[in-house]
């Protein structure tokens, strides 16, 4: 269904679909805003050019043809059918509150804003299915949030990575956390008053690749007065 941005990117590989990404400048976006009650919103999106997406399209339709499975694309751009896979979280006490999909001159995009109850439901989406967030308390009024990097993704080979890196030029992809409380220490590129952000460019930065797979993000924050559910719990 729904990926988090990082599965989205292995499964153009598993599909045999990066030379057809190699121009299509795919730009990813992901926030989580937690409020006070520990639950929040989550807001994703992306964009591609409308030529990669035909032609991926295409290779789906094609191979699903071939092996006389159901073809099934690793993102949608349908209003329609977004809306109606999003039922199926309902009992996770998840809501979808508004998807937009649109074209311009030379790109579709997609952008969902998500909103759950708990980091305990939204964690068993497909969003985060490869890199689980935690919230703990670490101080009296002070706790941190972190997302951790996916297990085994440093050990992607060399080889493999100068080809990623070739191939998906124009790949980027923006992490944003937003707090109940003022930023204290993390290690985001940016960070100002209640949020920290991550972004992994490939044109900016080439280890962004393996960074954006096996890095953890973290964040700590201060929470005066609130007792937030920690996530596990222990």
Not at 106 to 119: G, M, P, T, Y
Request: charged share 30%; proline share 4%; glycine share 6%.
């Amino acid at each position: 269904m729904w990926p988090s941005c990082f599965v989205l990117f292995r499964r153009f590989f598993s599909l045999g679909l990066v030379l057809l990404l190699a121009s299509s400048c795919v730009q990813v976006e992901q926030t989580l805003s937690l409020d006070a009650t520990g639950g929040g919103k989550l807001v994703f999106g992306y964009t591609m050019t409308k030529e990669a997406f035909a032609e991926i399209e295409a290779r789906v339709k094609a191979e699903a043809e071939a092996s006389g499975e159901d073809a099934t694309l690793p993102f949608s751009f349908d209003k329609a059918k977004i809306q109606e896979e999003f039922k199926e979280y309902a009992p996770l006490g998840i809501a979808l509150e508004d998807v937009r999909a649109w074209d311009d001159d030379r790109n579709k995009h997609v952008r969902l804003e998500i909103r759950f109850a708990s980091l305990a439901g939204v964690m068993k989406t497909e969003f985060f299915s490869d890199r689980t967030v935690e919230l703990k308390k670490i101080d009296e009024g002070a706790y941190e949030l972190r997302q951790r990097g996916a297990a085994g993704a440093e050990s992607i080979p060399p080889e493999t990575l100068d080809m990623m890196r070739s191939l998906l030029a124009g790949f980027r992809a923006t992490l944003t956390f937003e707090l109940p409380g003022a930023v204290v220490a993390s290690n985001a590129g940016k960070t100002e008053d209640r949020r920290a952000e991550w972004v992994f460019d490939v044109d900016a930065d080439t280890q962004a690749l393996i960074r954006a797979q096996s890095e953890d993000l973290w964040v700590h924050f201060s929470a005066d007065g609130l007792e937030l559910p920690e996530y596990p719990p222990r």
